[in-house]
């Protein structure tokens, strides 16, 4: 006798609307299913069963509609929590279903839209990444500057580099995280071929690159949005109103953290393209002074070293161009890019001696 084969129950799904789309179904992970209740189970329900009923009945009442409201939200929270765990670990699929199932809980919750955009940007899909980050700023969400951002990266994908960099001078209104967003706003530039707005935007980058002090002051800055606890948020807006202080910093050694963040290789990264910008003004000097505190920072970088060759060979001293080009082949004994610029300046060196 042939057994039948169970039914595997539909998984649940929530709908997003978004406008001018069709509705996006996300599938809401399935909760592990508990065993039958046999007859005593029922009995011992009976009891919280009917605490469950007077609640509902008494839902209007203040405190249990407070009471209610926190839990869903909490509810929320830890869905979407685990959307950003799934999401960290490249599984976009259960990603977006638990960030289907804190929407579907709570509709106003901000973050899980901005996620299943990042995500549509990720897959490709930049039409429902806009209107998932749009439709998470339309509901105010205190991390505002992130999704000026993320929209400004997903106009910049689109190559629609004037709305990209208006959503990033927005960003940086709220005084978040200004590096990273002149980066942003540098590469729009250079993308769209305006070097000279590269090269202001390198060096505001440059200018707001991390310390002991301004980090201190984006922690409190992110306090003030992030932190639930009201005491704790109601602290940091004081400390921001009166501003950061050397008792505030003396916890800290200053002169490490300082020297740490000054040996960052996202600074050298900031001066290397900054001297990419000037060359392509054909401002060498300028590109030279760039490129030059990029070494400082990181000596060992060969592709450093050898477009600090050329930059010196382009305003005709020859002689440093030789000795960077010769220490990129020394870093890197295959690189043939520096090897055939070490070659040809030392043939011109030779050319001029002999001349």
Not at 148 to 161: A, F, P
Not at 205 to 219: F, K
């Amino acid at each position: 006798m042939k057994k039948k084969q169970k039914k595997h129950p539909r998984l649940p799904t929530v709908e997003i609307k978004t406008q001018g789309q069709s509705a996006v179904e996300l599938f809401i992970p399935p909760q592990p299913s508990g065993k039958k209740l046999l007859p005593l189970g029922w009995l011992a329900l009976f009891i919280p069963l009917c605490i469950i009923v007077v609640v509902l009945i008494a839902e209007n009442y203040g405190w249990v509609a407070e009471q209610k409201g926190a839990g869903a939200l909490l509810e929320a929270i830890n869905n979407a929590n685990f959307g950003l765990t799934a999401m960290e670990q490249g599984d976009f699929e259960n990603a977006k279903g638990y960030f289907g199932a804190a929407i579907k809980i709570k509709a106003d919750y901000a973050e899980p839209y901005l996620n299943l955009g990042i995500i549509a940007y990720k897959q490709g899909d930049d039409n429902l990444a806009l209107q998932l980050m749009s439709r998470a700023l339309e509901l105010k969400p205190r991390k505002m500057e992130l999704i000026y951002n993320n929209l400004g990266m997903v106009h910049g994908k689109r190559k629609e580099w004037d709305k990209a960099i208006a959503m990033f001078l927005r960003s940086l209104e709220l005084n978040v995280r200004a590096t990273a967003v002149y980066r942003n706003i540098a590469q729009t530039q250079a993308a769209k071929g305006d070097y000279e707005g590269a090269v202001d935007a390198w060096l505001r980058a440059i200018d707001a690159h991390p310390t002991l002090s301004n980090q201190y002051w984006e922690m409190l800055r992110e306090a003030t949005y992030s932190l639930e606890d009201e005491e704790a948020l109601r602290a940091a807006q004081e400390a921001l109103e009166r501003g950061v202080s050397e008792a505030d910093l003396a916890k800290y050694d200053s002169i490490v953290i300082n020297q740490s963040l000054a040996q960052d290789k996202k600074l050298a990264d900031d001066y290397y393209n900054l001297s990419l910008a000037y060359a392509k003004l054909g401002q060498y000097r300028a590109a030279v002074s760039a490129a030059y505190e990029a070494i400082k920072i990181n000596p060992n970088d060969a592709p450093m070293r050898n477009k600090l060759g050329i930059y010196y060979a382009n305003i005709g001293d020859l002689v440093n161009a030789e000795e960077q080009f010769a220490t990129a082949v020394r870093l890197k004994s295959d690189y043939e890019d520096a090897k055939f610029n070490l070659e040809r300046c030392r043939s011109k060196l030779a050319g001029s001696a002999g001349g």
